[in-house]
């Protein structure tokens, strides 16, 4: 290739940190340059999950600032961007911060989320938005708002996201995207517009959010903002989407019958469909990719942490060694496929999917005395990956989930790949090289700019995964998958069953305090 090298970069706004990649395009394809920051989660109270806005804002400039500096000669031709969904808070006319950024780990609302289960309007508000009824839910957080901070709730003219206020900060426009909107639970999926019953139940006026823009909308960035990052005023900002989706279409995801599933602290499986889709038990995610494209799915709290957790309570003489995600794992394999019938509900943090329930606890259940810690902590591993396994089933229910493309940090570990595998039991690959959801931001950009005419050329276009092609799939035993179909074939009925169980357990104990 001649000439000067063209980029698309991918700003990926998470919870902890921002990550930024500079994608070639037009035959410079790779990824050129990246950078990352990280900022606090705060918890100024018990169950309360928030951030500083401003300081989100500065490490967004820092990071992408820095990308830039990184390319040399070559030439930006747009950014696109991803944030983490369900995001709150409260702005001025002028747009200035009166709250905190409440996020998607903020438990607040954990009452008003008990209460809608308890008036049967659970289901109903699902199928309604595409968002479960759960204190990770704007609507819910919102409830909360209303009810606990009326004072406040009059003083805010704009109820924004983080997506929002991100663009707000790049181009000066107070704008959200289908897809951010539609993890709010205020969205209709029929009409792709606020729903007004939800927005009653809120306790706001329609007027206080945002209007909500395609996916594929490109806006301008602002001199101001500009200046800042190292980038012209006027290039082209295309809005994107929420992480969750964007993470299918980075690792090639979008394909019938392929979810992707990503591990790290916490946990999801997703999978593509052409039009909003739930299944019959109300256990599903629906949310927006495009107008066209649609991601189904349930997440989980309780993914790597788990582990972690069980290392410094079975094992805290092997954290202390300083390798401890090794040593701990090491000592998990000693324990056989199955734990020898210990099982673990693995809930050490409130919980999402499936049953969606954020006051469920964990529960250790089988335990007798030739258990060791090894059991302990393998059965830990076992319970997340048995979790995801109850979401694969539900998507089973509304589209056959034939192979399964993974991501994420624990699966660097042999003994995690292959409890996934033989749990699931069917085709895993482990998608080391993806690029995540910066490089399906960059795609739905490089789609948005008019340069691809579908999402799988848009993939291609910014050097992403061949989509008829992926990793080779984690080889098992015939021995470990019939140990895990045994208890996959119970595990579902056993959550629900432990669900009233815990629910007495949880009054029983609050009337003892």
């Known amino acids: 290739m001649t000439g000067q090298a063209e980029v698309i970069i991918g700003l990926d706004v998470g919870t902890t940190a921002v990550k930024v990649a500079a994608f070639g395009v037009n035959g410079a394809q790779g990824v050129l340059a990246t950078a990352l920051h990280e900022f606090r989660l705060e918890q100024p109270q018990p169950g309360w999950?928030?951030?500083?806005?401003?300081?989100?804002?500065?490490?967004?400039?820092?990071?992408?600032?820095?990308?830039?500096?990184?390319?040399?000669?070559?030439?930006?031709?747009?950014?696109?961007?991803?944030?983490?969904?369900?995001?709150?808070?409260?702005?001025?006319?002028?747009c200035r911060p009166l709250t905190p950024l409440v996020t998607w780990a903020d438990s607040r609302a954990r009452p008003e989320a008990r209460q809608l289960r308890q008036q049967g309007l659970a289901r109903e508000l699902l199928q309604r938005s595409g968002t479960p009824v759960h204190p990770m839910s704007p609507l819910l957080k919102l409830i909360w708002f209303s009810r606990h901070e009326p004072e406040l709730t009059g003083r805010v003219r704009w109820w924004a996201g983080l997506k929002d206020y991100v663009l707000h900060h790049l181009t000066g426009e107070l704008v959200t995207e289908l897809s951010s909107a539609s993890a709010t639970g205020l969205l209709s999926v029929k009409t792709r517009d606020w729903d007004a019953g939800s927005v009653e139940l809120a306790g706001i006026k329609r007027d206080k959010?945002?209007?909500?823009?395609?996916?594929?909308?490109?806006?301008?960035?602002?001199?101001?903002?500009?200046?800042?990052?190292?980038?012209?005023?006027?290039?082209?900002?295309?809005?994107?989407?929420?992480?969750?989706?964007?993470?299918?279409?980075?690792?090639?995801?979008?394909?019938?019958?392929?979810?992707?599933?990503?591990?790290?602290?916490?946990?999801?499986?997703?999978?593509?469909?052409?039009?909003?889709?739930?299944?019959?038990?109300?256990?599903?995610?629906?949310?927006?990719?495009?107008?066209?494209?649609?991601?189904?799915?349930?997440a989980i709290s309780n993914g790597g942490i788990t582990l972690r957790w069980a290392g410094e309570t079975f094992a805290p003489d092997l954290v202390a060694h300083g390798h401890?995600?090794?040593?701990?794992?090491?000592?998990?394999?000693?324990?056989?496929?199955?734990?020898?019938?210990?099982l673990m509900l693995p809930y050490v943090l409130s919980e999402r999917a499936p049953l969606w329930n954020p006051d469920i606890a964990g529960a250790y259940l089988g335990i007798r005395a030739h258990h060791t810690r090894s059991h302990f902590v393998r059965a830990a591993i076992e319970g997340v990956c048995l979790q995801l396994s109850t979401i694969v089933d539900a998507l089973d229910t509304v589209a056959p989930v034939q192979s399964i493309r993974a991501t994420g940090g624990p699966f660097r570990s042999n003994l995690w790949r292959e409890v996934m595998a033989a749990t699931l039991a069917r085709p895993i690959s482990i998608e080391t090289d993806a690029g995540g959801t910066a490089l399906g931001a960059a795609a739905l950009g490089w789609y948005a700019l008019g340069r691809a005419s579908s999402l799988t050329d848009a993939l291609a276009g910014v050097g992403g995964p061949r989509l008829d092609t992926s990793a080779e799939p984690v080889a098992v035993t015939p021995l470990a998958v019939s140990a895990y179909a045994q208890l996959r074939a119970s595990v579902r009925a056993l959550i629900d069953d432990y669900d009233e169980v815990a629910t007495m357990f949880a009054s029983s104990f609050s009337s003892t305090r």
Not at 65 to 77: F, K
Not at 215 to 235: H, I, N
Not at 324 to 342: I, K, M, R, Y
Request: charge should be negative; hydrophobic fraction near 45%.
């Open 49 to 94: 999950q928030v951030q500083d806005p401003p300081s989100v804002l500065d490490g967004i400039d820092s990071a992408v600032a820095e990308c830039v500096s990184r390319l040399g000669d070559a030439r930006v031709v747009a950014l696109s961007l991803s944030t983490a969904m369900h995001a709150l808070m409260g702005l001025d006319s002028r």
């Open 209 to 298: 959010l945002p209007p909500v823009l395609p996916t594929t909308a490109v806006l301008k960035l602002t001199a101001q903002a500009g200046r800042k990052l190292g980038l012209p005023r006027g290039l082209p900002v295309a809005v994107g989407a929420a992480d969750g989706p964007l993470g299918n279409l980075g690792t090639g995801a979008i394909t019938p019958g392929v979810a992707g599933l990503s591990l790290g602290t916490s946990g999801a499986v997703r999978m593509t469909v052409s039009e909003p889709s739930f299944d019959a038990d109300g256990r599903l995610f629906c949310y927006a990719l495009t107008d066209e494209v649609w991601v189904i799915g349930g």
């Open 324 to 342: 401890a995600d090794a040593d701990v794992l090491e000592l998990a394999a000693q324990a056989p496929a199955g734990s020898d019938g210990l």
